[in-house]
């Protein structure tokens, strides 16, 4: 049974940063690419950041030179390394495979940016 297990959220002030972690099990998680989602009060859940299996990432344009994320295969972790933090960043986020696969969507971590 796969589980993708986030952790690392919380409150921040604006142009604070935040490191968050998602810890999997269950699936040869090297063999796969990998994604941070996040979901904001009344919208809908949106692409943050994605990994490849060989290393390459991608952006959001509203994160792009903000966020970083990174792999530990070794782990079975994905990261994601949040600076300069904007109230519009407020979410909850996800990791999922890329693309997402339904059932592997975990409680995620709340993200809020307020002063």
Request: aromatic share 10%; net charge negative.
């Amino acid at each position: 049974q796969v589980q993708l297990v986030e952790s690392g959220g919380g409150l921040v002030q604006p142009g604070g940063s935040l490191r968050l972690s998602c810890a999997a099990s269950g699936l040869i998680f090297s063999s796969y690419d990998m994604a941070w989602y996040r979901q904001a009060p009344g919208k809908q859940r949106e692409l943050v950041a994605h990994i490849t299996v060989g290393g390459s990432t991608n952006y959001h344009d509203d994160v792009e030179g903000r966020f970083t994320i990174s792999r530990n295969n070794a782990e079975n972790t994905v990261a994601l390394q949040m600076n300069s933090l904007m109230p519009e960043d407020t979410a909850v986020y996800h990791c999922n495979i890329w693309p997402a696969w339904n059932g592997y969507w975990g409680q995620g971590t709340q993200v809020t940016v307020s002063s």
